[in-house]
Structure formats: structure tokens, C-alpha cells
């Protein structure tokens, strides 16, 4: 690595001790940045690159609650905003038991560059809380959102910073964050969360757009080969909000998803995924994936070993980061992928991410893949900030082109910087320079 960008990294090795995904995720940035730093001295001169690494605000705060048997419980609740040069700070939240400084950080570093690519005005940041939703009844989840916006609402506003949902926050979550902020400030203000209800301020398709988005890169990827999406058999990893949307775009346009999963497992179901069973299990029902196997006669369930052994074309890990390792990649290879792309955020080991590479397997990593799903947030943001509501098709026909354009910027800078077909180098290269030259425009703040 460049001399200068060896020093940014072992200053965030040295800043931040134990925080291994954060860590994971500059180097995969910084290790693409050698011919940029090369070409533009003036970012090295700026001191950019250790700017950018340092989140310019952390807070960490108790968040106390009351469960259903009287008991008061005590989570931990985060929100890193990380970088505004661009925009308000702009990023998901993420409830689950692992959810600690060093998750919500690598989320956050990633959502910077990710925001970038879509072109829209927005800045990166990240947020959530070790409190585990799983099998806590409504009045719990409702109490614990409360809490947790009372003090989260200081930090936050439309021109400040806007979170949304992520790993166990959807639109139950936001429903009941957004009453809170609400009742604390006394105003509607609609664009101070995204992901809200249809009745009440939400976009449409911003339940769908990460999963869509995805999709609708993957589907750029196999045009600019000359294929398509008809008749391929695809494996995905995860059964929540994005894989559930990533399989209903992925059977509109013709493939065939032979497997999916959650943290218990993971089903394979050769005849394709019959998605209005997946949604009554997962959304409605909120069970777990081994029902749909107990109620589609043909699927089965299995609960140890790798979703990444079903023989697919096109694999879609859309569950967490490091899902995917070098194990599952050599398997992918050996059964003929084609093409991976990353619906969830990292979930591609770096040895993974290196196998598929030299397997010469088309890779798309997640802060291009998967940024339908901010990009529709910005979306919903401008019709909040116009007060307007437009129909799911121009909405729809909105993604799609951003998904279109991040995916052409990424092959025009891979080919620039003398790597062509690289999408990690492209996307990593488009996000940092824009951050980066909007940085260098507003001085040393
Ligand atoms: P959901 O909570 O809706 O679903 C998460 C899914 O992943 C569930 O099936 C869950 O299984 C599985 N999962 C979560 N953690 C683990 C784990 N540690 N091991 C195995 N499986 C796990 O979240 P989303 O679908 O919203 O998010 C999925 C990924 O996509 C995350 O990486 C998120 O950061 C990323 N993402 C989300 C966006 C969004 O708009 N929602 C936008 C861009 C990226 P189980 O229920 O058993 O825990
Ligand atoms: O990782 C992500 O991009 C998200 N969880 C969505 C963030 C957002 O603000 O819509």
C-alpha cells in the first residue's frame, strides 16, 4: 500500500483497538486508493484520507426500558455520524445482539462512499443498539424505541441527520421511533426519518429498493455482458427485508431462487421460492425459515452447513457482514457462479472477495449493490421536502437509473484507473473522490 495511505491505517488501527469490521472496511477502501492518492496530491496534502476516517461526531447512550414482566432492562445505544460534506448525515439503524461501536462504525465508514455513488445530497452515518427484537412482543419493541429516541432525538433533524432502518428495523420500528420524535419536538417533520409508513410520509418502493436495486445491478452486470437474468438459478443468503425484495425482482425478471436462509438455517426449494409463502412466514408471521420448508411440499430445511454449498449462477448474500467466507467462495466457484453481489453490507470476507476475483467470478461489492435502498431514502426525502407523493412506477423508474448510473461510474473509474471490470476499485474510487473533493472545498473543518 502507498506510503500515505499505510499511515491513515495504522493511525485507525491505533485509534480504534478491537474494532475488527471497522478496521476490515477502511482497508478494503484504502487498498484501492493507491493510483487516486497518486494522481491527486492535493488529498494527501489536506490530510483527507485521515479526516475521513475519524467519524466527526460518536455518541453512545444508555437506553433503559421496561419488559412485559415489570422488569427494566439496559441496552446500549449508538450513533456515529460520520461524514457531512456531502449532506445531512444519512444511514440506517440496526438492532441485534452484536451491534457494537466497531459495527456501527465499519457501517458507517461504508455508508459515506455508498451515499456518494447515488448522486444524491447525502452524508453517511449509521446508529443502532445491542437490544435483540427477537421474540419481544409489540408494547416491548414500542417501549425500547421510545427510549431509544429520547435520547437520539437531540442529535438528529432534516438538515442534521436522518436514520432509517437496517437489521431488525423496519416499519414497525420507524413507526414507533417517529411517533416519539414527534411527541418530544412537537412537529411533523416528515424527512427527519426514512422508511415511514405510505400513509404517513414513506416513499413507495423504499421497502423494496434495496432488494430491487440490487437486482437491477446485477441485471446491468449481466447486460454489459451480452446475458440476462432469464432462467438463472440464483442462491440467496438472509430472509428479512432485502433478501424477501431481492427474490421478488429476481422472479419478475425471470430467474429461479433455489435457496434462501436466516441465522437457523437455510432452505432449498429447487421449484423456486414461492415468495407469498416467504411472506406470510417472514413479515407477517414473523417465524422463523424452517416453517416454510414445514409448509411447501418440495422445499427442505437445513440447519447446519452453508446456504453458499446450493449450486447456483448468481449469488446474492443479503443477510450480515463476514456471512460469506473463502470456504463458501471455493465452493461457489467449483458449482460455476457467475456473478455475486453484495445485498447486505460486507458480508464478503476479504479472502472471499480476493477467490472470486482471481475465479474471475463478476463481484459487486455492497456500497454500489446495495445502494437502492439509501438512494430511495433521498427520494422519499425530496418528496417530504416538497410535500409530494409520487406513484410507485416513476419511483421505481427513479431507482432504476441510479442503480444504472452507479453501476456505469464504477466501470468508467475501474477503466481510468487502469482496472478494468474491477467494481470494488470503481465504486470505492467514484465514492472517495466526490467526498473528498466536497471536503477539500469546505476547508479544514
Ligand atoms: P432484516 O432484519 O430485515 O433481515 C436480516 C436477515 O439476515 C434475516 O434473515 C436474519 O436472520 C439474517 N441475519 C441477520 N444477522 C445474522 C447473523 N448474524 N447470522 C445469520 N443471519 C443473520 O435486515 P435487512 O434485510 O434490512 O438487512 C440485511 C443486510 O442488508 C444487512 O447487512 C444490512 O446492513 C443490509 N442493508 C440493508 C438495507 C435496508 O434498506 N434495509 C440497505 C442496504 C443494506 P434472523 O432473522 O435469523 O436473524
Ligand atoms: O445500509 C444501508 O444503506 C441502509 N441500511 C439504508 C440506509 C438509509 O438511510 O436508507
Known sequence: MDEKLQHAYDEVLRRNPGESEFHQAVLEVLDTLGPVVAKHPEYADAAI?????????????????????????????FRVEFNSALGPYKGGLRFHPSVYLGIVKFLGFEQIFKNALTGLPIGGGKGGSDFDPKGRSDAEIMRFCQSFMTE?????????????????????????????????????????????????????????????????????????RGDDLEGKKVAVSGSGNVAIYAIEKLQQLGAVVVACSDSGGYVVDEAGIDLALLKDVKEARRQRISHYADERSGATFVDDGSVWS?????????????????????????????????????????????????????????????????ATSALEMQQNASRDSWGFEHTEQRLAEIMRNIHRSCLTAADEYGQPGNYVAGANIVGFTQVADAMLALGVI
Open 49 to 77: 484520507i485521515e479526516r475521513i476516517c475519524e467519524p466527526e461526531r460518536q455518541i453512545i447512550f444508555r437506553v433503559p426500558w421496561v419488559d412485559d414482566q415489570g422488569q427494566t432492562r439496559i441496552n446500549r445505544g
Open 310 to 374: 446450493v449450486p447456483c449462477e448468481i449469488a446474492l448474500p443479503c443477510a450480515t457482514q463476514n456471512e460469506l467466507d473463502d470456504t463458501d467462495a471455493g465452493a461457489l466457484i467449483r458449482n460455476g457462479v457467475q456473478v455475486v453481489a453484495e445485498g447486505a453490507n460486507m458480508p464478503c470476507t476479504p479472502e472471499a472477495v480476493r477467490a472470486f476475483a482471481d475465479a474471475g467470478v463478476a463481484f459487486a461489492p455492497g456500497k454500489a449493490a446495495n445502494a437502492g435502498g439509501v
Open 152 to 224: 437520539l432525538y437531540r442529535h438528529i433533524g432534516e438538515y442534521t441527520d436522518v436514520p432509517a432502518g437496517d437489521i431488525g428495523v423496519g416499519g414497525r420500528e420507524i413507526g414507533y421511533l417517529f411517533g416519539q420524535y414527534k411527541r418530544i419536538t412537537n412537529r411533523y417533520e416528515s424527512g427527519v426519518l426514512t422508511g415511514k409508513g405510505l400513509g404517513w410520509g414513506g416513499s413507495r418502493v423504499r421497502t423494496e429498493a434495496t432488494g430491487y436495486g440490487t437486482v437491477f445491478f446485477v441485471d446491468e452486470i449481466l447486460r454489459s
